[in-house]
């Protein structure tokens, strides 16, 4: 292995499957999938969920849009999504009924003139499978992405959640690593367990589970609001504001952005700004509100999620303090990871594409299997990036 970027080594995978536990903490999306992967290559998996039922925070809408961000063609960001949003669209299609997710498309509006100069660039970039720009489109241009689908990531969690022992009002407190190998993890309940892996799903918490590591997480409030239905379209449309189709009779429209936020109540204002970010779509005036909903959305500083073996903070504090004088060189010594420990988190606001590359990305480092990802993407998703960033500086 060529140990220039040693510090973005992989783990040690897990010597053989046969009989170990995974304990996955946090029951959203991520969660769920994760799960979900790690079951389906012979672990026994435990989920422990803070609240007492699945999907209370950012994957608890009641319809939510799966379509990816795409930047300028050739951005690590972009390619990033649109690497998520393919392998999303298969797990969907291959794990959830047809009622749960629907893949008609979306279209995503150019509501500027650099959101119109960054999708017409994308013309004759072999994008065409997955979305096509058009400039005829009305209220603007915009593209049209294929197999974007509008889905109801609850009750996608409910379903996913069937095949699990979770263990509800279990708040992680902290971890120990046994002599046998395995792990022992403290709950606030004063219970605790023991897993052979433990992998952390765990969404806006995670700024608080993780404060000791350079991680640069932030929690984000978002507020959507529900309509009574008022437009009919069949698919998502996303422009300064989206609207999803009608579900069971609400209309879903969303959603703010506020970071560091915290405020569980919603906001009429919220709900105003709601509606005027899709008042190209429909009339607002005509728009009755029948509720709202918050949740907290997680998100990294660099927009990237945060995906991968938990780095060992001080061996990487120590090895790599001279990484100013040292980084291009190739005999820095290669990273050391807390054993078997994994986190899948910070996916912002398009979770439904990233929860599921994470999912992935953490089956493929456990089992030491091809990463489902080119390398220089997993260097941009790995937990110690922030860190070697700063050592890079000359930064302590």
Not at 245 to 269: H, L, M, S
Not at 383 to 392: E, V, Y
Request: net charge positive.
């Amino acid at each position: 292995e060529n140990l220039k970027d040693a510090w973005f080594a992989r783990c040690e995978p897990v010597a053989s499957v046969k009989g170990k536990t995974a304990l996955v903490i946090g029951a959203g999306v991520a969660g769920l999938a994760t799960a979900g992967e790690l079951a389906k290559n012979g672990f026994k998996v435990v989920i422990a969920e803070a609240k007492s039922e699945v999907a209370t925070n950012g994957s608890g809408n009641q319809c939510g849009a799966l379509m990816p961000l795409v930047t300028k063609p050739g951005v690590n960001l972009g390619r990033m999504h649109i690497n998520a949003f393919l392998q999303a669209v298969k797990f969907y299609k291959a794990n959830l009924p047809k009622s749960l997710i629907k893949f008609n498309g979306c279209i995503d509006y150019a509501f500027d003139d650099e959101l119109v100069k960054r999708y017409a660039s994308w013309q004759g970039q072999g994008a065409d499978e997955i979305f096509k720009f058009d400039e005829s489109l009305k209220p603007y241009p915009g593209i049209f992405i294929k197999d974007a689908a509008y889905a109801r990531p609850r009750e996608i969690c409910k379903f996913l959640s069937s095949n699990f022992e979770i263990l509800f009002n279990h708040e992680y407190e902290s971890r120990t690593h046994l002599q046998n190998g395995k792990i022992s993890v403290k709950f606030k309940n004063k219970k605790s367990l023991e897993a052979d892996i433990l992998v952390f799903c765990t969404g806006s918490k995670s700024s608080e589970i993780f404060k000791n590591y350079d991680m640069q997480i932030s929690s984000v409030r978002g507020q959507v609001t529900h309509l009574k239905p008022v437009l009919k379209n069949t698919m998502p449309l996303s422009a300064k504001g989206y609207i999803c189709p009608a579900v069971k009779g609400v209309q879903v429209i969303g959603a703010t952005y506020a970071r560091n936020e915290i405020c569980d109540t919603p906001k009429v204002e919220d709900n105003a700004k709601n509606l005027s970010d899709v008042s190209e779509f429909f009339d607002i005036k005509k728009a009755t509100i029948i509720g709202s909903r918050v949740g907290y959305r997680s998100y990294s500083g660099d927009r990237f999620p945060i995906v991968g073996a938990l780095h060992d903070e001080e061996f990487y504090k120590q090895s790599y303090k001279g990484l100013f004088w040292s980084k291009n060189k190739d005999n820095n010594p290669k990273a050391s990871y807390e054993k078997n420990v994994f986190v899948n988190f910070a996916h912002g606001s398009r979770g439904l594409g990233t929860a599921i590359l994470g999912a992935n990305l953490i089956a493929d480092l456990v089992l030491a299997c091809p990463l489902c990802i080119e390398r220089s993407l997993f260097h941009e998703l790995h937990p110690a990036r922030f860190l070697i960033r700063k050592l890079k500086k000359g930064l302590k």
